[in-house]
């Protein structure tokens, strides 16, 4: 069964400290990858997502994610965190060939002290 | 503004009652879903419609229902048979088919319904 596994729950850091979040999946085929984000008291939306081309991907706030096949892995960053990425954010992974089963991460709970 | 409407937003039950949460999306997407949110869980799958009038379980069916009679509208009932049903509830969309493609799984999400169950 497919699965998709976050490293961290909880992260904490200052403003300006870099991020990186970990994510793995476990399916064999082509798969479409993406990071959602709940910010406080928000709806869940898009982050960024990969479908193919170039394994780098930016999506929106300065955030990108790095599609590295071998490791099946698909890690979000950004440089410099601010304040308001006070969020939690999750890790998703569809089987592709138009699948209706998006699974989800358990999620990473970012708090950056300002 | 399109968007996809979830109600009641909070939700107080008695044990062994049913509850009806209300799905409305103006996006005019193809399928729609229902995943349950815990803490530390992530997001679960409970139902999922591609078209109208057809809908199939996701990985957490049990105790739950749904029915897709209109293309906008998918709501989930939670039954007293569902064990642990306080959660928070999230429905979502998708386009299916845009420019001869297939559902790519990218999910436009609603506000999300909590649901406590006393």
């Known amino acids: 069964a497919q699965s998709v596994s976050q490293h961290n729950h909880h992260v904490i850091l200052s403003e300006a400290a870099s991020l990186e979040l970990g994510c793995n999946y476990s399916?064999?085929?082509?798969?479409?990858l993406f990071w959602y984000v709940q910010y406080p008291g928000q709806h869940l939306q898009l982050l960024l997502k990969?479908?193919?081309?170039?394994?780098l991907v930016k999506g929106i706030k300065g955030f990108e994610a790095e599609f590295i096949k071998s490791k099946f892995s698909f890690n979000l960053r950004k440089p410099s965190v601010q304040w308001s990425d006070t969020a939690e954010y999750f890790c998703?992974?569809?089987?592709?060939?138009?699948?209706?089963?998006?699974?989800f991460g358990a999620g990473t709970r970012l708090f950056v002290k300002a | 503004d399109g968007g996809i409407t979830q109600s009641p937003k909070y939700l107080f039950r008695k044990e062994g009652q049913n509850v009806t949460l209300s799905c409305e999306q103006n996006?005019?997407?193809?399928?729609m879903y229902w995943y349950r949110q815990d803490p530390g869980q992530g997001l679960r799958l409970i139902y999922y419609?591609?078209?109208?009038?057809?809908?199939q379980k996701g990985d957490i069916a049990e105790g739950y229902s749904v029915s897709r009679e209109k293309k906008e509208s998918f709501p989930l009932t939670v039954t007293s048979a569902q064990k642990n049903p306080t959660a928070f509830y999230l429905c979502?969309?998708?386009?299916?088919?845009?420019?001869?493609?297939?559902?790519?799984?990218?999910?436009?999400f609603g506000e999300g319904s909590r649901l406590t169950v006393l």
């Open positions: 399916y064999g085929g082509t798969v479409n």
């Open positions: 990969y479908f193919s081309g170039d394994p």
């Open positions: 996006l005019n997407h193809d399928a």
């Open positions: 419609s591609q078209i109208v009038n057809d809908f």
């Open positions: 998703a992974v569809n089987g592709g060939g138009g699948g209706f089963k998006t699974i």
């Open positions: 979502a969309s998708s386009i299916v088919g845009l420019a001869g493609g297939a559902n790519t799984g990218e999910l436009f």
